[in-house]
Structure formats: C-alpha cells, structure tokens
C-alpha cells in the first residue's frame, strides 16, 4: 500500500500548498498574506510517506492484530443432535430383564412352562420399557436342589449380572403348592411346586404359570413404577403406551426422592458423635463401621464409592432454640416433640461441615444424652432415630439403665443398634427401593434406576447448553467443551446401547461417565465471561483510547487524499 | 582535556562507591522501589535467578526472574553480594563510567548538530563531552540506577554504545552494541532502524563515498540477526530449553506482572476487561512501534535525533520503564544543546518532572505503607510523570523541525510560525 500512495503522490504533487507545519507567513512584502510559498517535491512526498507508514502499521499489523485477539471462538456444537437427545428423540430407554429359570425337568414342558409363563406376565404388565424375559438356565436338569444350594450359593447371578433374576423351580411333595421364597443376599426366588402342577403342552394356562407371573411381576412392581415415575418426569421420554402411575404411587415416590440425595460418584459419610457432657469420649466406632457397615458400602460400590470420617465432640448439647425435653411418666422417659426434631440439629455449633472433598456429605449424629435427661425419647412414637432428608440420620443412643453412669467408652455392642438404624438411614439416603426383600435385587434396581435417572440428566445437560449456545451468541466456546460434548454422546449412546442388550452395569457406568462430561461442558468458565458484555459497552471499550488516536490519523489521511484528488 | 575526563570520571566513581560504603542498606532500600525496579529488571529478582542457577534449578522456576539467561553466568562469577556486595558495586560504578564515555564519543562525533545531509544552522551552540558526560553521571536518576543496581543500566550501556560506534561507523562493534541491548530488553530492537542510517551516514562520512544502500541495510540485517540469533542460541544452551523466551520477552509483551511502576500499563491492565486484554496489550506495543517508521522517514536527515527521541518514547510507552530509562533519555537530550533556545515549554517540563520525582516516592508511601491513599494516588504521578517526559519529547521534536525549517528557509529565522 505504502509504494503505491508515494507514487500517486509524486505523480500529482506540486499541487496545493497545504502543509502540516511549515511555511507559515511568508515575507509580507512578497506575496499576500493569504497565499504561503508552494511546498516542494520533496516535503510532499516525505509527508505522504509519514502518513503511509503509521497506515501501514495500523493496517498491516493493527488490524489483523484486533481480528486475531478479539475474535470469538465458537468450536462447532452438534446442536441439533444434543437438542434430540434432550427431548429423546433418540433414545428411548428400555430395561429388558432376563430372568434365568431353572426347571428340573424335561426340555419340552420347561419350555413348555416358559412359554406360558412368558404370555401371563406380558398379560401383566403395563409399562412396556420395563419387560422380563424368561430364558432357560443352562443347567443339568438332574440335579439335587439342596445339594446345590450349598456347594454355590449364589448360583449363576454371581458369574453374570445380566441376568436379573434366577427362578428354580423345586419339586416338593409336602406344604402348600406353588409356594415361593425370595433369597434375601441372593438374586434368587424358588418356587415350590408339586409335580402335577406342572403344564402338559397343549394347555395354554396353568395354575403355576399364572402363580409365578404374578409373583415375578409383584418383585418387580416397585421397579417399575420408579422407572416409570422417572420416565414420566422427563418430558419427552414419556411412551405412549405407559399407563401414568396412581396419584398415590406418585406421592409416595415423590417423597422417596426428595429424601434421597442427589446421585455422586462419591459420598463422604461422617459418622459424629456429641454428647452435652464429658463422658462417653470415646467409641469403638472403626471396627463397628467394619462389622455392620462396611458390607453395605462395598456392595455398594459399583454405583457410588465412600469415604468416612468420625469424630466425638463433648459438651456439644443439642440445639438450645428447641423446647426442652419433658418428662413423661407414662413412658417412664424424657421426650422430645416430633416438631421440635427438626431442630435438634446444633448447626451453630455442632462442627459439621458441608461439604468435605467432591461429593456430598451424610451425616450421622449419635447423640448421647445426660444422664439427667435419660431415657431421651421422641413423645409421638417413642423411637430414637430420625432421618434428615437429604442431610443424614440422627440416633439419640439412650445409655443402659442398669449403670448408674454413662460408660466412658462405647462399645461396638453398645453401637450396633445405631450401625443398623444408620444403614437403614443410609439406604432410603441413597434412594434404595423399600421392595422386594432381597438386597442384590434391590441393589439392582437401584442401578437401573439410577442408570436411568443419570442419562435424563446427562441429555436434559445437553439440551440445556444447545439452547444456551444459541441463545447467547456472544460468548466463546472452547475445544474443550466440544471435545467433552462428543465425549457425552458418545457415552449416552453407550449407555443407551448398554439398556437394551440388559447390560445395566455398563450402562450405569457410561451414563456416570455422560453424566461428568456433560457437566464439565455446561460449566465450563471460559464461557460465561461475556455473557453480560453487550456490543454497545464495546463502543465504551474502544472508544477512550483509539479514538483519540485515530482523530490524526483519519484526518491526515483524509486531508491528503483530498489534496491528491484535487 | 583528559585530564578533565580523569577527573570527572574519578569524581562520578567516588561518589558511587562512597554513597555504597556510606550507605550499606541503601542498595537495599532503592532495590525494592518499584520507580527504579521493575520486574523485568530488578536486582532481587537477579539474586533469585543467580541463587537458582547456581544451585543447578533452572533459574526460571518460580517465575520470578525475567532477565536475560547470560547475565546468569556474570553475576554467578562476582562473589555473593549479600556477603561482599564490593565487586558487584564497582561493576555497576564501571558500567555507568564505561556509558558516560560511550555518551563522550556521541558528543565528539558531532552527529547531534551536523550530519551527512544536515547541517544545522545553529551548529556552534552545543556543550562540550566532557559536560554531557557530566549530565549523565550526575543526573540523580543514573545514580540511583546504579545504586539500585538496577540491570537497566547495561541496557543503557548497550544503547549508548551502539549509539556512538553507529556514530563512527563502526559496524561491527555496532551490530553487536545493538544486539546485546536487544536481547536485554527486547525494545531496543527498535532502535535499529535509524542507528543504521546513523551508522550507513558516518561512513559515508568517513569513506568519503557512499557505499551501496542496499548491500549495507543488507549486510547489517543479516548481521544483526546472526547476532541476536547467536544470542539466543548461547542462551538456550546455557539453560538447557528455549523456556527463556517465554520467561524474559513473554513476560515483556504480556505484561502478566502487573507490579506497580513508572509507566501506563500497569494500571490499565488491572482495569481491562480480561477478553480486551490481548487486543489492548497489541494496541500498546503497536502504539510504541509506530514511531519509529514515521520518525525515521520524516527526520531521515538526523538519525541520531529519531534515536533518541525513540528512548524518550520508550521511558513513558513501554511496559515496564523507569528511572533508568528516563535518565538515558534526559542525558541524551544534552547532545542537541542548539536545539534548546527553540524549546518552548523547558520550565513546564522541567517542573513537571521534578514535581512527580518528588511526589512520586511520597505518594506511593502514601497508598502501600500508610493506607492513607489509593492506586490512583500514585497513577496520578506516573501520568504527571509521562507527561514530563512526553513534553520534553514533544517540544525537541517541535524544536528540531524548526531547525530544519531554518535551514530550508533562511528568511524565516527568528519568525514566528503557525501550523496551517
């Protein structure tokens, strides 16, 4: 640019006598006042090369300098995608249960059985995501039942978690027919039967068919109306052909997760206890978290993990706000009102924290009352132990009656009934079905559910930042919040995948993995730096300083553009 | 006359090492004062990069030290100057002394007044070297430079060499003068354009016929750049990585030290808005940059005057100026003693620039120690402060353009003039 306007400029000079800086008034006697000395060549040409070479540098280096720096960044979204997921437009999760039966008899009548039961539970069931499929156990059918029960417990559901459920079938010749009985830390239901209950081919239906379809399917109830409750929350998911459970299943459910805590990876448990004297100081908590707690937490452990502390704190009485606790003959007990509980939480006081470390904390308070105040009570019902939604459980330990002080030291004896009430606490904490009676089956619901809930949040996450992308042009998005976008679908539609070949363990784990990534990229802080900077504040940005810069430069130019046209 | 130069350097050197002996804590004291320290020039901040390189950790960690990796090996030469701060001193006393007679050679080479192409009419009114040299080792400023130890000063000692070996015209001592100030403080770089024409006339002067324009530019360029180029090799072979770059220019172009000093920047980009702060940092520099190509043109007949009109521009619109450098600037200023009686705001900028040295310490105290004041307090200065600085900048300027008019136009010496 710079050659060019010196040459222009030289061809056309020796034109007009408008200077920057010289010649001023000329000698009065030569010329009039008004008309001073053409400039020379020379000057003109050095003018417009000044005036070139700040163009130069405003032009050349300047501007692609503002282009580069102030430029904003939008790495591409697959907004349209991420919007589909959020409504489920592409995935419709479905929890097909495979239940393995083990029949011990002929190949025909057990298929036979299967068959049939099969046609009663799809007869049974209303909520078309969630179905059970009954497969025959590769099991030599000769095989004594009991005998088996002892050489492995578990049976097949240890090796292979996608099966949901293993129903043996158990001739018996005494009792009612067909009974059956649920193992409690077993994914097991066996049925009693007689012989001649069995269904011969050609019949359609049969007592025991229909007996284990019903059976089955109440195991399940509770499975289903929380996966159908989740389904139904999330608009969008909702199948058309679900029944909307009750209004009182909904109302009870609801409840179940306003109490449970938000899912985390992990969980910090902090085990206190406070006591508003001096004694007891001291509890043999760690190895009572082992006995009675730690089995919980590690079968537990694929969906969340855990870390623990405790801590003992004397003097620490309860809240002073509350009524003080009364005395009740009839119950022969100090008692607390039930409205007063939730305020028996010593918060400017008791030292619990928030939140320590990642995750969420549960808290778990056993207090230790006076021994004034002894048996301390709840007045309505007469229990000990009350849950915090979504905070904790507390345990009011009474200290035996016997003694006439309170021990020094707590026992692990003297703790189990609080380690049981606490893990129940802990259970309804973390959203545990109240049924079926078999910790496995409800642990695996619980996954599925959980499962479930993570990849709405994960997809609703992405839908959220797709609107947000195109409500906000302004703001930048960077490589890493594409990168951790691709990374959630990609694990969304894992997950996805995972649900339907009934691979629950894979799906929880790629949602969770949706679940980090899809939060990652929401909350990323780059983003949000200009979300409240209007275009017109950059008029105040700009402004103050190359304004003034730019008056001499425009106008020289302007100046000299007009001289050379001239 | 060398008798007078023996004298005056002795003077200069006894008042250095007295003011050292005297005073034990001041170096100490004036070492932590942000208007002689800076981040990228403290002496401290030298002990840290010396302690780690010694102690064999790269002396980048930390991010503290922001100097120049060769200045390691020298300073881990000299004997600790916690213990025994003597040799340390009498190097600073020697680097100020070995720039007064570099300053000495400018004024003897007579560009200031007249040049291959310009002779200015009032060539007879200048001051002798031995007086400039005075200037500049008197000046309070390059005192506290040197008491500060301040490693400001051999930047200073490499501008005004390459400033009176381009005045003689010679290159090679020149090319290297310039690249030594380059790679200590980067803008110096700047300054290349003109010296070469300072250094492409002196020959002239000297060969009596003008070498090929083209060949020399060429020659000097390339010479430059193997220079620099050597520099920085050396450097990076000293430390082991080429992390250097990022810590000492990185530091310099990006400004993520935002300690208060003299200069603009420290306060704007405390108050810039963290997405504007790479554009405004590129206005900033750019802004410094653009001198030099419109001087160069427009004073191509007085290279020695862009150059040190250029310094004075670099002690207000720099990151990270101070003292120091505005002492190189007002003892350059001496050199154009003829262009003096054409200044017209001498009493203004002079006030203005004792006014804010004077307040300025004050007025810091003020904000740090007392709590009394705020950061606007001492901005307040450091813009009375550059606006010293620019008038006296603005005001040669004005007054070397009227020299050359007065040249071009005999008629109208002594006139008034107007801008039209």
């Not at chain 1, 509350?322 to 400017?348: C, H, M, V």
């Not at chain 2, 992390?243 to 200069?263: C, I, M, Q």
Request: proline share 8%.
């Amino acid at each position: 640019m710079a050659p060019t306007e010196g040459a222009n400029a030289s061809s056309t000079s020796n034109t007009t006598p408008n200077d920057l800086k010289s010649p001023g008034t000329p000698p009065a006697a030569e010329t009039p006042k008004t008309l001073p000395p053409p400039e020379t060549k020379e000057s003109l040409r050095l003018r417009q090369w000044v005036i070139a070479s700040f163009w130069a540098v405003v032009l050349c280096l300047g501007l692609p300098m503002w282009w580069k720096t102030t430029a904003i960044y939008r790495a591409d979204l697959p907004l349209q995608h991420m919007t589909d997921w959020a409504e489920g437009k592409i995935c419709k999760p479905v929890f097909p249960l495979r239940i393995a039966v083990e029949a011990p008899f002929q190949l025909p009548d057990a298929h036979n059985l299967i068959r049939t039961t099969q046609h009663a539970l799809d007869d049974l069931n209303e909520f078309s995501a969630h179905h059970l499929r009954l497969i025959l156990a590769d099991i030599p059918v000769a095989r004594n039942a009991s005998q088996q029960m002892v050489t492995d417990g578990m049976g097949i559901s240890s090796n292979d978690r996608d099966i949901a459920l293993l129903l043996r079938l158990i001739p018996v010749e005494t009792g009612t027919t067909p009974r059956s009985m649920l193992q409690t830390y077993a994914t097991r239901l066996d049925i009693y039967y007689a012989a001649h209950q069995i269904p011969s081919s050609s019949s359609t239906g049969s007592p025991l068919a229909t007996f284990i379809a019903e059976e089955l399917h109440s195991i399940f109830a509770e499975e289903q109306a929380l996966l159908a409750y989740q389904l139904s929350t999330n608009v969008g998911a909702l199948t058309p052909k679900m029944k909307a459970p009750s209004p009182e299943k909904v109302a009870e459910l609801e409840r179940q997760s306003t109490r449970a805590l938000k899912y985390a990876p992990t969980y910090h448990l902090t085990f206190s206890l406070f006591s508003p004297t001096s004694v007891p100081s001291a509890w043999e908590i760690e190895s009572a978290l082992q006995q009675y707690l730690a089995p919980l937490l590690e079968s537990f452990s694929f969906i969340s993990n855990f870390t623990v502390d405790t801590q003992v704190q004397l003097y620490a009485g309860f809240s002073p706000s509350i009524r003080q606790p009364e005395y009740d003959d009839n119950l022969k007990a100090w008692t607390l009102r039930r409205e007063d509980l939730s305020g028996f939480i010593n918060a400017a006081e008791w030292p619990l924290s928030p939140s320590i470390g990642v995750g969420p904390t549960v808290n778990f308070v056993l207090y230790v009352p006076d021994q004034l105040q002894s048996p301390l009570l709840i007045k309505e019902n007469g229990g000990n132990s009350w849950l915090v939604p979504q905070w904790g459980g507390v345990l009011i330990l009474n200290p035996p009656t016997s003694g006439k002080n309170t021990p020094t030291v707590l026992t692990k004896d003297a703790l189990a009934p609080a380690m049981h009430a606490f893990s129940d606490q802990l259970m309804s904490l973390l959203g545990f079905p109240q049924t079926p009676n078999s910790l496995p089956l409800r642990l695996a619901t619980l996954e599925r559910v959980r499962a479930a809930s993570l990849l709405f949040s994960a997809s609703s996450t992405l839908g959220a930042l797709a609107r947000l992308t195109k409500a906000l042009p302004s703001i930048p998005i960077p490589d890493t919040v594409a990168k951790s976008v691709d990374l959630t679908i990609a694990h969304l539609q894992q997950s996805c995948d995972s649900l339907r070949d009934g691979r629950f363990q894979g799906a929880l784990e790629h949602a969770r993995t949706a679940e980090v990534e899809a939060e990652k990229a929401f909350f990323e802080r780059s983003m949000v730096g200009q979300v409240y900077f209007p275009d017109e504040h950059k008029v105040a940005v700009y402004l103050p300083l190359l304004g003034p810069v730019a008056v001499p430069l425009v106008m020289s130019l302007l100046k000299e553009i007009k001289s050379v046209v001239r | 006359m060398d008798q007078q130069k023996a004298m005056l350097f002795g003077a200069a050197a006894a008042v250095r090492l007295l003011l050292f002996t005297a005073f034990p804590s001041l170096p100490q004291l004036l070492a932590g004062r942000v208007e002689v320290s800076t981040p990228v020039t403290s002496f401290k901040r030298l002990q840290e990069g010396v302690f780690l390189y010694t102690h064999n950790v790269s002396p980048y960690d930390g991010g503290v030290y922001h100097q120049a990796p060769l200045l390691l090996p020298l300073f881990s030469l000299l004997p600790n100057p916690a213990s025994s701060p003597f040799a340390t001193n009498l190097l600073f006393t020697a680097v100020d002394l070995l720039g007064a007679s570099a300053l000495m050679q400018i004024a003897d080479s007579g560009q200031s007044v007249v040049t291959r192409l310009f002779k200015s009419s009032r060539k007879d009114l200048r001051w002798s070297s031995a007086a400039i040299a005075a200037t500049f080792l008197f000046s309070p400023f390059t005192i506290t430079t040197c008491i500060a130890r301040s490693t400001s000063a051999l930047t200073n000692l490499f501008i005004l060499t390459a400033m009176a070996k381009a005045s003689q015209g010679a290159s090679f001592t020149f090319i290297f003068a310039m690249a030594m100030a380059s790679y200590l403080a980067m803008h110096p770089i700047l300054l290349f354009p003109p010296l070469v024409l300072l250094c492409y006339d002196a020959r002239t002067i000297k060969s009596k016929t003008a070498p090929n324009p083209l060949a020399f530019t060429a020659t000097h360029v390339l010479g430059f750049a193997a220079a620099c180029g050597g520099l920085l090799g050396l450097s990076a072979l000293l430390t082991g990585s080429w992390e250097f770059l990022a810590a000492t220019y990185g530091v310099r172009l990006l400004l993520p030290d935002l300690t208060p000093n003299v200069g603009l920047w420290w306060y704007f980009f405390t108050e810039m808005f963290d997405s504007f702060r790479e554009f405004f940092l590129g206005v900033f520099w750019l802004h410094v940059a653009s001198y030099m190509p419109g001087l160069t043109i427009r004073l191509r007949t007085q290279p020695l005057f862009v150059a040190t009109t250029l310094t004075g521009i670099f002690a207000v619109f720099t990151p990270y100026p101070s003292a120091a450098d505005a002492s190189l600037y007002l003892s350059l200023v001496p050199l154009f003693r003829h262009l003096f009686p054409l200044m017209r705001y001498t009493f203004l900028a002079s006030a203005t620039i004792l006014y804010a040295s004077f307040l300025g310490p004050a007025f810091y105290y003020l904000w740090i120690y007392a709590g009394s004041g705020n950061a606007n307090f001492f901005y307040a200065i450091t813009l009375v402060w550059s606006l010293g600085l620019s008038i006296v900048v603005g005001d040669s300027l004005y007054a070397a353009l009227r020299d050359e008019l007065d040249v071009e136009r005999p008629e109208l010496r002594g006139k008034e003039v107007k801008r039209i």
